[in-house]
């Protein structure tokens, strides 16, 4: 089955800096790749996503890039703001109706 | 739109004692739904696939007699943990994906979570 690695499992960033977050998977079938956002004891929050036939999607300050022939992708905060502090989980699935396997998990803390 | 509810929010009940918890899809149908189980600090670890009208599709190492699970509509599924033990305190989420529509044909909505706590 589908394995998703998810790096740094932390990561603190002054505020107005840049964030990275990165995922390999290992099953070259999947093809759509979402990112959430969750804050303590709330739901995951979608914030973007991307399919394989993309290689870069952009949302204002939210940027993710996929790699297929590497298998990774990886998320991009500019500008970040207090409020982007939270976890965030990238995850991969072969689409439809299929499971969504999560990365781990980055605590990401802006430093204000 | 797109929103998915759950019920109760937490929970606390005796060791051995049943717990239902509901996951329901208020503005769309959903032929799917997930359930998941999420420790402390830790991602989500998917249980089981519930499509509506048929069986459950369990995880590895998820016990289907201990969690069982009932997609009866398009529009709700359950799940009920059976004789609850200390170690299945935890928060439970559901996610429902979206049928056709206006939404992302990929897209997974998830409930705010009901936190489990046994005694």
């Known amino acids: 089955g589908e394995n998703v690695e998810q790096h740094p499992s932390t990561l603190s960033v002054q505020e107005g800096d840049s964030a990275v977050i990165k995922c390999t998977y290992s099953d070259s079938a999947s093809n759509y790749f979402p990112w959430y956002k969750q804050e303590l004891g709330k739901r995951p929050q979608l914030i973007i996503d991307?399919?394989?036939?993309?290689g870069e999607k952009k949302d204002q300050r939210i940027a993710v890039t996929l790699n297929k022939t590497a298998k990774h992708f990886s998320l991009h905060i500019t500008e970040t703001q207090p409020e982007d502090s939270a976890v965030y989980f990238c995850?991969?699935?072969?689409?439809?109706?299929?499971?969504?396997?999560f990365g781990t998990g980055t605590r990401l803390t802006i430093i204000p | 739109g797109a929103v998915v509810s759950q019920h109760p929010s937490w929970v606390i009940c005796k060791s051995g004692t049943s717990v239902k918890i509901e996951c329901r899809s208020l503005d769309f149908q959903a032929t799917t739904m997930f359930w998941y189980r999420q420790f402390p600090k830790q991602s989500l670890m998917l249980m089981a696939t519930?499509?509506?009208?048929?069986?459950?599709?369990?995880e590895q190492g998820v016990e289907k007699d201990k969690f069982l699970i009932n997609h009866a509509s398009l529009t709700l599924s359950t799940l009920t943990v059976t004789s609850a033990h200390p170690e299945d305190s935890s928060f439970y989420i559901c996610s429902a994906r979206a049928y056709g529509g206006r939404v992302s044909y990929n897209e997974q909505f998830f409930g705010p979570g009901t936190r489990l706590t046994v005694l």
């Open positions: 995850a991969a699935s072969l689409g439809g109706n299929e499971k969504l396997t």
């Open positions: 519930s499509n509506e009208g048929s069986k459950a599709t369990y």
């Open positions: 991307i399919r394989s036939n993309v």
